[in-house]
């Protein structure tokens, strides 16, 4: 096989990620861009960051959530109060993952929305509601130029991929909706960046800064366990084998395995 010019694009990206790994570039301002460099489509950048909060979330709500409850951890709206013993729900784990990535200066906007949201803050408003609509008739992604916030925008359905989404929110005294069922659409997360294009650099900021956001997220949580009466162990043990769970590095080690492949495999979907 030769090598033509996309090979070697792809090849100059794959070493451009895994070096990501080891030492991310510092943070571009926005008058330091280069814009000639900004060759990759923000639509590819916003899908495969989508893909690695479908990992975490997917890793975060069995592994931790799911296994977590059944050795007797628990998990709760209200954990971050003192009186309460408990981890971050999903959503809120993803949340506090956006609170991290707001404060980092890549500028990529993370928002957990719904059309019946328990908590209003989560409402979608402006664009994002008539765009969210199609959504919910498709089940598809959509990509969009967002004129209020001045940002390119990606929507992701949210589905009820267990039960345990259905079951709480149904329960939950504040939800709007009592009757969501198994694969509704019940939100979406929203994605959204200033600029059209990105360089190679700041590609590896942004995963950088969502992946900094994941690891963020995952150590308010063992901070919160330093306050239990009663902490689960904390190394290398998942719930699953008993009341413990994942130190930061053993849960980030296993998100990078989960998440690696799809990333680069993204990546070069592009280059074809
Ligand atoms: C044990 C309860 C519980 C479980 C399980 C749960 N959620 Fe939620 N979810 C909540 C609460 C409470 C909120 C509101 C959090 C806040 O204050 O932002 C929320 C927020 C959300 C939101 C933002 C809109 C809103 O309702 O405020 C979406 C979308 C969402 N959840 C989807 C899901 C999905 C999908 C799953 C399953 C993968 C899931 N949830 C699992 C309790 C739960």
């Known amino acids: ?56 979330r997917s890793l975060y709500t069995k592994s931790i959530v799911g296994a977590g409850l059944k050795a007797g951890l628990r998990f709760d709206e209200y954990w971050k109060n003192e009186d309460v013993q408990a981890g971050p729900l999903p959503a809120l784990f993803l949340r506090e ?30 664009s994002q509601t008539a765009i969210f609509d199609k959504i919910l ?66 590609f590896i900021n942004i995963i950088d800064a969502v992946r900094g956001g994941f690891r963020d997220a995952y150590r308010a949580y063992l901070e919160e366990i330093e306050g239990f009466d009663n902490p689960p162990e904390v190394g290398s043990r998942w719930p699953s084998a008993g009341y413990a769970v994942p130190d930061e590095e053993t849960f980030m080690k296993e998100f990078e395995q989960r998440i690696s492949a799809n990333t680069l495999n993204t990546l070069l979907e592009s280059r074809r």
């Open 97 to 126: 993952a956006a609170l991290s990535v707001q404060q980092n200066p890549v500028r990529l906007g993370l928002f957990l929305g719904s059309h019946q949201p328990i908590s209003d803050a989560n409402q979608f408003s402006g």
């Open 137 to 202: 008739a498709s089940g598809e992604a959509e990509y969009f130029y967002d004129p209020g916030s001045e940002r390119w925008t990606a929507m992701f359905p949210d589905f009820a991929s267990v039960m345990a989404c259905v079951k709480c929110h149904n329960e939950h005294p504040d939800s709007p909706k009592k009757d969501w069922v198994l694969d509704d659409v019940m939100g979406a997360t929203t994605w959204s960046y200033p600029h059209a294009t990105v360089s190679p650099d700041e």
């Open 1 to 56: 096989m030769t090598l033509n010019r996309t090979h070697l694009a792809a090849l100059a990206l794959i070493f451009a990620i895994v070096w990501a790994f080891a030492s991310a570039p510092p943070a571009l301002l926005d008058h330091q861009r280069n814009a000639t460099a900004a060759t990759i489509p923000i639509q590819l950048v916003l899908k495969t960051i989508a893909r690695e909060n479908d990992i975490v």
